[in-house]
């Protein structure tokens, strides 16, 4: 059990900095903005190459790790991830970009891995749930945390220590998985030599993450996106085909027949797209229009992020055991929905703090910690154990493209509001409102087509 507990900790430890590594830099980036005198549009790289990277490669990682091993990829993609930390804190922007584009490959590699390592650890899908709690809850935290001590750390340290953090926890990371990590068994599944379709995968996963970022800015290049687009389309077209004639695909389509595996991953694209958005809406709002600096917006949200800790250790295994995950799913959904309505009321009322505090508390505390466990239980819980580590791939994915999908339209929606004069906070949290409405509908009618299944009244984590 000490052994099991040892692994588990190694899982989270690689989630939670790759989580903590999406939200730290929005807190540096006023910093990072002095330092180089680049405009907010050039430093937005810095967050955007790093998210096209690990959407693009995520999908192969999880391949990887159900051919090659998922001990040998979780140890490479994590010290892909350290090295790339430590030589991120360059004075030359052009390596700083390139340092990034490395720790998302890194993560790529990581993070399925460990999934997959967890599925394989704990045989009992009460046990095996309870880890992916544990390891979805420890995400939920990083993405909090990251919130709360980027504007302090960029402030106090300089923004090179937001990457230099990473090395010795992730440094600790990989010699705890070298010592406790069982070995990779052999030829569990033969390696598939599809280099093809893997190379394809990749770059449909790169193009889609560009496409989406890109969206905002279609009305001044639209021919160009619309070729780039026909191209999507057409390679797309020609990965499906060839891979349901190959003798060793890349991806087995019969996966998304499996229960839950596509609610779990629809609903990884909601909270990717809500979440990613409510922190660029959240940074913009508390230190432009509160006039909030990043070390108060910091020392604002680390309360929060402790929390968040707390409903992850001690309320979320409860709620498990007597609501099951759908139901425990649908109650983060609400929460993250609530959290919406009152950024809203922050903004349209008198009672602004009050509001956003509670907005926090419900979205940073309750809402992720919560809800992504969730959905990354119902991704991957009924997937064979020989394709756990697609599986994860394909769940990362989904949150990855979903938080560039939500950001560039939650982006394109704030601009239209602004040239009707509309509010464009409003516009924008009424989009997030929407989502989350729409993520607790999903779940709820996926729990009645259970119901109806399997002949029961109540749906349990099992």
């Known amino acids: 059990m000490k052994k099991e507990r040892i692994i588990l900790t190694v899982a989270c430890m690689a989630i939670f900095f790759e989580a903590l590594d999406v939200s730290v830099l929005n807190m540096a ?4 903005e002095s ?29 990887l790790a159900d051919t090659i091993g998922r001990k040998k990829v ?38 399925p ?20 709690g544990i390891f979805g809850a420890t995400a939920g935290i990083g993405f909090a945390t990251g919130l709360a001590i980027g504007g302090l750390i960029s402030n106090y340290l300089g923004w090179q220590w937001v990457f230099f953090i990473n090395v010795p926890v992730i440094g600790l990371a990989v010699i705890l998985a070298i010592v406790y990590i069982p ?17 394809l995968i990749t770059g449909l996963m790169m193009l889609a993450a560009w496409l989406i970022h890109d969206l905002g800015n279609i009305a001044h290049h639209y021919t160009k996106y619309g070729l780039w687009l026909l191209l999507f389309l057409t390679a797309g077209i020609f990965f499906i085909r060839r891979e349901r004639v190959h003798p060793s695909p890349l991806v087995d389509f019969e996966l998304f027949r499996l229960h839950g595996v ?16 409510y922190i660029f809406m959240l940074t913009i709002y508390l230190q432009q229009d509160l006039h909030f600096t990043s070390s108060q917006a910091g020392l604002l949200l680390f309360p929060f992020s402790i929390l968040s800790g707390v409903v992850s250790k ?12 759908v139901k425990t799913g649908m109650l983060g959904n609400a929460f993250m929905g609530c959290g919406i309505l009152f950024f809203i009321a922050s903004y349209f009322t008198d009672y602004t703090l009050l509001f956003i505090f509670c907005a926090v508390a419900c979205i940073n505390s309750f809402g992720m910690a919560i809800t992504f466990p969730c959905v ?8 064979p154990e020989p394709q756990q580590g697609l599986a994860s791939g394909i769940n990362g994915t989904a949150n990855a493209l979903g938080s560039g999908l939500g950001l560039s339209v939650t982006g394109l929606i704030m601009q239209l509001a602004a040239t009707k004069g509309w509010s464009s906070y409003g516009a924008g949290l009424t989009m997030l409102a929407i989502i989350a409405l729409a993520a607790i509908i999903q779940l709820l009618v996926f729990y009645r087509r259970s119901q109806l299944a399997v002949g029961v009244v109540t749906v349990h984590p099992q």
Request: glycine fraction near 10%; charge should be positive.
């Open 183 to 199: 070995a990779d068994e052999k030829a569990v599944v033969k390696p598939a030599h599809n280099l093809l379709s893997a190379l």
């Open 113 to 132: 891995a460990a999934m997959a390592i967890i599925t394989n650890t704990f045989k009992e899908p009460v046990a095996r749930n309870r880890a992916f």
């Open 314 to 325: 001690f309320i979320l295994p409860r709620l498990f055991g007597k609501l099951g995950v």
């Open 29 to 32: 980036i006023p910093q990072m």
């Open 74 to 111: 979780f140890v490479t993609g994590a010290c892909c991830f350290v090295l790339a930390s430590l030589a991120a804190g360059s004075m030359n922007f052009t390596w700083l970009l390139v340092c990034r584009a490395l720790q998302g490959a890194g993560v790529a590699l990581a993070i």
């Open 376 to 383: 990354t239980i119902l991704a991957v819980q009924s997937v």
């Open 35 to 63: 330092f180089f005198h680049f405009g907010a549009a050039a430093i937005q790289w810095v967050q955007t190459v790093y998210v096209l990277f690990y959407a693009g490669l995520v999908l192969l990682g999880g391949r």
């Open 262 to 277: 596509i609610t779990g991953n629809i609903g990884a694209v909601m909270l990717g797209s809500i979440f990613l958005s």
